[in-house]
Every structure is written in C-alpha cells, then in structure tokens.
C-alpha cells in the first residue's frame, strides 16, 4: 500500500534551491548528534539514526544531476527533507528531556517520522535514477520541431507525472486532477509524453490509503486504457489486481471507472485469462447483477471478451456466469447488454457440451428466441441458439418456435445473422420431414437471395443449405420457380480457388437439371464454360452436369435442324 503523508506538504520560500541544499546539509549533522544521544525508545532510534546517515549521500547525488538548478521538483524535495530533519531534531529533544505526552503517542511520532524519512529517501532516489529530472526538464526529441508553447505543455505534462512518482498527498491530488482535464483537453499530447514509469506510478496509485487518489487515478486509468495506446503497459505493471478490487469496494465512479478498464483491456486473450487468474470473474457477474447500466453494460462486455478464451469457460461457469447471461437477456434494459449477453453464450456454447445442456436446462433456448424477435436480430442469439441444436430435441425446437424465427432473422437479420441462420439450416435438416417443415416456411427465396451476398462465407452456407433441401421434391420446385435461382447458382461455379461455394452450387443444379427450362437457363448464363474447367478440378457432379446441359444443348440443336 502506498502511504499518504497528509503533513508533509512544505511551505513555498523564497530562498533559492542552493540554500535549501546548505540548509538540509546543515542539519544532518545536527539531528544524527541528537538522535545519538537519546536513551529511550532505542529501536525505533536505531531506525532513525539509519536512514539520517543515508541522506548525505542522497543529497549529493540530487546536486550532482545536471539538471539539479533547473528543477522546481528538486527544491520541493530539499524543502521536505529539511521539514523532516527539523521534526527529527525535535523529538530527539523532547525524548532526552523525557517530557513527552505519553509513551505511545510518542512511539506513534516516531513511527511517522520514520516513515516519512523512508518517503524522502526514495523520492530522492527516483528522481535520481528514473530520469524524472531529466524528463521534465528537457523536452523529448520529438517535438524539437515544436513551438515554445508546445515544449511548454510537453514539459508541464512530465511534470505531472514526475509528481505522481515522488511528493506529498495533496501534490499527487493536484497533479491528477490536472491530469484527469489534460486527458480530456488534449489526450493524444498526454499519450506522447507517457512512460512506462509513469503507469507504474499510476498503478501504485490505485492502491493508496486514499479513496480520492484511488477514484482519481482510476478515472486516468481509464482513459489510458479506452486509448488503446497502453493496454500492454497497464497489464505488465499489475494493474489488474487493484482494477478488480476497485470493482469490489470502490465508489461508484471508482467502480464504474474500474469496470471500463477491465472491458478495455479484456480485449486481449491473454489479458482475459489473467482477469480470470486474478479472481475478476465473480466481481463483474455480481456487477451484471446489481451495477448501474454503464458498469452493467461493461461488466457485460468484459465477460463477453473473457468468454472468449476457451480455457477459462469452464470456470466463468463454475461462477455462475450463465444464469446472469440468460437473466441479462431477459431483463436488461440497454440492448448492448443484451447483445453481449447473447455473444457471451454463444462463446460459451460453442465447443463444451455440458456448457450448452447448462445453458438448455437454464432456459436459455427460450431467452435466445424471445431475444431474435426485435426489428434486426444480430448474430450473437442466431450463433448461440446454432450451438444448442443439438442439444435438444428437434421437436422441442419446433415447438418453441425456432422455424418462423429463423426465417425472419434470413428476412430482416443482419449479413452475420444470416449466415448463422442458413448454417442453423443445415444442422436442422437432418430428416424429411424438417426439410419439408423449412421448405415450406418460406426459407427457399431467401436463401436464393443470400446467393448474391458479397461475401464467399455468406454464399457457401447459402448453397450449402440449399443443396440440403433440394433433396426433397417440394423444395426443388419452389427453386425451379424462383427466377433467381439458377442465375444466382451459375455464377457461384466460378472455378477459382478462392470460391468454396462451387461444390453446393453444382449439388444445387444437378438437383433441378431435369427442367427443361432450368438447363436452358444454365447455358445461356454461362454454365457450361465453368463446367468444363471445373472437370479438371474433379469437383463432384461436375462432369454429370456438363453430360446433361451438352446433351440437351445437342438435342435441341438437332431440333432445330
């Protein structure tokens, strides 16, 4: 924990910092003789007398530094170790004189002095060895192009987070509340002077005594992590551990702050896991339970992102991560809640069994349908509920309504709600009976019109479902009578590598070769050319369509004859 000495802010002077350094030289010599020769309390002396001999040494490194006279970070720091020295000089009086309150409140004393001589020791130190010195005094090589007012902004940034490194409680409030304006006024200026010292100190910060450092710092925290510039930084310097403490038993902002953060930075699998590690994955269900509806929005998607991770599903279920989710989709009141509700059981059904019985025994097959009845259902519901086809009985599915679902997400869906629709198709259509079932819900001309989809994933899962139903008379005339169909079909035998939709598509129109008209269709469209070059390339039934349109093409050749 870092310790917040609230007494320790020095008095401005108007001596110069070479004066401070004489008279903190001056002293050392004094409080070490005092300290010598006081008799009681000796363990706590002993400390004391050790740290005052570190001093020298410490000062002289300080003066040493180039940059030494140029530095108001150096005399604010000359100025606390003179306070220190004068408190030390004080109480080694008062104890040789044993006229002290009581023995405890002076143990507390020199508790507290000690302390603060081990917060002057280190504050020296970095700004001897993190280059703080150096940092905030000159301007970095990047904006030696720069107008005076821009080195001016780059130097008053380092400085403020020189002071998150080193100083007292009421010098680190000021700096981050500046900090926290500059990250709204200009971020990108900040985020070119950062360090990674200066995250380090920003972690440390997280955990200080304080509430308001802590709810201050998050809120940089956050900013930094919603950047997208750090989120490496952040993660290495440990900042989990403290995030999700925040979530625990934070403040409201500090909590919410918190839970952005994690949602940022879950974005990286590795980062996910660690979340997961760390004991992050029970503070964010509870906040999908009981958080305003920000922080349950972010809870929401930070799980979404540690779902992802496959190792880790087992446990988010052992937290009880799929009741929250199906409750969420129920009765979250943000549709991004929802959304990432649905995306959540998706990742979580997508490769483990028992998660997907988990989530069919929860009533999460119901949740998913209910939720794919809004105006433009999204992937996330259509992929979950293709998970869980399996896992229940077609009957069951049937009964709850899947089919007229379906079609509407193939109608009004979104391009990734399509394509999980038409591949729900294609594990449903395991029997007669659910082909005929689909063939007549209406799903043949929409999935034609996928057929002119931009994208190849979209068009093969298309064909692909196609091909399924055509299996069964009914369906192959209602692609017959589609005028779309064979057009649609001809110019997905594009013999080209990249194109995995040729093998339905000749599935698809070998099935409805035997229409006169539809082998008409074929040729005029092109057909017979791609065949041809498809036959070196043994697709299947490519050379038993070629046969067919060629014979017909002979026949109606002679025909005319």
């Given at each position: 924990m870092i310790e917040d000495w609230e007494r320790d802010v020095p008095v401005n002077d108007s001596q110069s910092i070479e004066e401070w350094l004489l008279r903190a030289q001056e002293l050392v010599p004094v409080a070490l003789e005092k300290a010598r020769k006081v008799k009681g309390f000796p363990g706590r002396w002993k400390m004391i007398i050790s740290k005052l001999e570190q001093i020298p040494s410490r000062l002289s490194d300080l003066s040493s530094h180039p940059c030494f006279s140029k530095n108001t970070l150096c005399k604010e720091q000359l100025q606390a170790v003179s306070k220190a020295l004068n408190e030390s000089i004080e109480l080694a009086e008062v104890c040789m004189r044993e006229k002290y309150e009581g023995k405890l409140r002076m143990q507390s004393d020199l508790d507290a002095l000690t302390g603060k001589m081990d917060l002057n020791l280190r504050d020296c130190g970095l700004l001897i060895k993190t280059g703080v010195l150096g940092e905030v005094t000159f301007p970095f090589p990047t904006v030696t192009n720069s107008t005076e007012q821009e080195i001016s902004i780059h130097a008053d940034i380092r400085e403020l987070l020189a002071r998150l490194q080193i100083g007292h409680l009421e010098a680190k409030h000021r700096a981050l509340?500046?900090?926290?304006?500059?990250?709204?006024?200009?971020?990108?200026?900040?985020?070119?002077?950062?360090?990674?010292?200066?995250?380090?100190?920003?972690?440390?910060?997280?955990?200080?005594?304080?509430?308001?450092?802590?709810?201050?710092?998050?809120?940089?925290?956050?900013?930094?992590?919603?950047?997208?510039?750090?989120?490496?930084?952040?993660?290495?310097?440990?900042?989990?551990?403290?995030?999700?403490?925040?979530?625990?038993?934070?403040?409201?902002?500090?909590?919410?702050?918190?839970?952005?953060?994690?949602?940022?930075?879950?974005?990286?699998?590795?980062?996910?896991?660690?979340?997961?590690?760390?004991?992050?994955?029970?503070?964010?269900?509870?906040?999908?339970?009981?958080?305003?509806?920000?922080?349950?929005?972010?809870?929401?998607c930070a799980l979404k992102n540690l779902s992802a991770v496959p190792k880790v599903r087992q446990n988010l279920a052992e937290e009880g991560i799929i009741k929250v989710m199906i409750d969420l989709l129920n009765c979250g009141i943000l549709l991004g809640s929802k959304e990432y509700a649905a995306e959540c059981l998706q990742n979580l059904t997508s490769n483990n069994e028992n998660l997907r019985r988990t989530v069919v025994s929860e009533g999460g097959v119901q949740s998913l349908l209910a939720y794919l009845d809004g105006p433009q259902p999204q992937e996330s519901a259509v992929g979950a509920l293709r998970n869980l086809v399996g896992s229940v009985s077609l009957d069951v599915l049937v009964s709850l309504g899947l089919i007229p679902r379906l079609a509407h997400v193939l109608k009004s869906g979104s391009v990734g709600a399509q394509q999980a629709a038409a591949s729900a198709v294609c594990l449903l259509c395991s029997s007669v009976e659910m082909k005929k079932l689909v063939g007549e819900s209406g799903y043949i001309p929409l999935l034609v019109k996928m057929l002119e989809a931009k994208t190849n994933g979209v068009r093969e899962v298309a064909a692909q479902a196609i091909s399924s139903l055509v299996t069964i008379a009914h369906n192959r005339r209602e692609v017959k009578r589609d005028d779309k169909s064979v057009p649609n079909l001809v110019q997905l035998l594009d013999p080209s590598p990249q194109n995995t939709t040729k093998k339905y598509a000749v599935l698809c129109l070998v099935s409805i070769s035997s229409s006169k008209k539809c082998r008409k269709m074929m040729i005029s469209y092109g057909a017979i050319g791609y065949l041809k070059k498809m036959m070196e390339m043994d697709v299947p039934r490519a050379k038993k369509l070629l046969e067919r349109l060629e014979r017909g093409k002979l026949k109606s050749l002679f025909i005319r004859k």
């Open positions: 509340d500046r900090l926290v304006e500059l990250m709204k006024e200009d971020e990108k200026t900040v985020l070119a002077v950062l360090g990674r010292s200066n995250i380090a100190a920003l972690v440390q910060l997280l955990t200080a005594t304080s509430p308001k450092i802590r709810e201050k710092t998050v809120k940089v925290i956050c900013s930094l992590a919603e950047s997208g510039s750090c989120e490496n930084w952040l993660a290495s310097e440990g900042v989990l551990t403290p995030l999700i403490r925040l979530v625990e038993s934070g403040s409201a902002v500090g909590r919410e702050k918190a839970v952005i953060s994690l949602q940022r930075l879950s974005m990286s699998a590795e980062t996910a896991s660690s979340i997961v590690e760390h004991g992050g994955a029970r503070p964010l269900i509870e906040m999908c339970q009981a958080g305003d509806l920000v922080s349950q929005a972010s809870a929401a």
